[in-house]
């Protein structure tokens, strides 16, 4: 009973999340030239041109460096006749005409094993933050003040997941990458300024009610050559793009309210580990 009671709790507060997010408004800003993934690899394909070869080596970095920091930026993307993508921007009327529309900034910082996202999301401008430190998670409110523990599973996090603040880093330290493999590798293109190692697949995105697949969606991923570092990512109308930040030189420290959180988690486990011995 009481697991039935947490899972309806978890449920509703994700609902609840996103409802906050959806009439917080558009974030507004001046992100880059939103440029289609797609385009690198449908210029690449001539009915003459042979086949790129993988270069071999890693698809992409896995993991960021023990310390490492740097931003996630979500925009949408012109489609083929020009028109700003509709899948996140339906309805906003006050979305400037000609520009990207910018739907939200994560800033993630890395010290050992801890990672801490920042995410900015709507006109508001408020800051909600995940801090995760291996399948445990805790997001704060923007009052700071206000936390709880989200839980996650193999099947969300990364762009498109059911809660946007859960940051699973499960396989990675950048969810949405877990596809990439030598086996989706399309081309090598120039992005951003960085010769990169360019990937594709179709992937679901629907489906029905016997859960059969109905709808499909383009994923294309842009890795630099050298470094493998993630460069963008686009899914659909929606470009994520990265941008690599100087180190921090200190090590994260959880703030009071989600070191208390966890203690309470803590005890929570110890009693339920617990158990009466009979006597022989």
């Known amino acids: 009973m009481k697991s039935l009671l947490c899972c309806g709790l978890?449920?509703?507060?994700?609902?609840?999340?996103?409802?906050?997010?959806?009439?917080?408004?558009?974030?507004?800003?001046?992100?880059?030239?939103?440029?289609?993934?797609?385009?690198?690899?449908?210029?690449?394909?001539?009915?003459?041109?042979?086949?790129?070869?993988?270069?071999?080596?890693?698809?992409?970095?896995?993991?960021?460096?023990?310390?490492?920091?740097?931003?996630m930026s979500t925009q949408t993307v012109p489609d083929?006749?020009?028109?700003?993508?509709?899948?996140?921007?339906?309805?906003?009327?006050?979305?400037?005409?000609?520009?990207?529309?910018?739907?939200?900034?994560?800033?993630?910082?890395?010290?050992?094993?801890?990672?801490?996202?920042?995410?900015?999301?709507?006109?508001?401008?408020?800051?909600?933050?995940?801090?995760?430190?291996?399948?445990?998670?805790?997001?704060?409110?923007?009052?700071?003040?206000q936390c709880a523990e989200i839980a996650i599973s193999p099947s969300v996090g990364g762009m498109g997941a059911s809660n946007p603040f859960i940051f699973n880093t499960s396989v990675t330290d950048f969810p949405g990458f877990e596809w990439v493999a030598p086996g989706n590798f399309r081309t090598i293109a120039t992005y951003a300024d960085k010769p990169c190692l360019v990937y594709q697949e179709s992937q679901v995105c629907s489906w029905d009610e016997l859960g059969k697949p109905i709808g499909y969606i383009t994923a294309t991923a842009c890795v630099e050559v050298d470094s493998r570092r993630p460069v963008a990512i686009q899914r659909g109308d929606e470009l994520m793009s990265f941008e690599w930040k100087e180190p921090p030189t200190s090590a994260l420290v959880l703030p009071p309210n989600v070191q208390s959180l966890l203690k309470e988690r803590a005890e929570s486990l110890r009693r339920l580990t617990i158990q009466a011995v009979k006597p022989f």
């Open 80 to 145: 083929k006749e020009g028109k700003e993508g509709t899948a996140q921007a339906e309805g906003n009327t006050g979305k400037a005409g000609g520009q990207p529309l910018l739907l939200k900034v994560l800033t993630v910082t890395k010290t050992g094993d801890m990672i801490r996202v920042e995410q900015v999301n709507g006109s508001s401008h408020q800051n909600w933050t995940t801090w995760a430190q291996g399948q445990l998670q805790i997001l704060v409110w923007p009052d700071g003040i």
């Open 10 to 71: 978890l449920t509703s507060m994700s609902l609840l999340i996103s409802a906050l997010l959806l009439t917080s408004g558009p974030l507004y800003g001046q992100p880059s030239k939103a440029n289609s993934l797609e385009s690198l690899v449908t210029s690449s394909a001539s009915p003459t041109a042979e086949k790129p070869v993988y270069p071999g080596g890693p698809p992409y970095m896995k993991r960021a460096g023990s310390f490492a920091q740097w931003t």
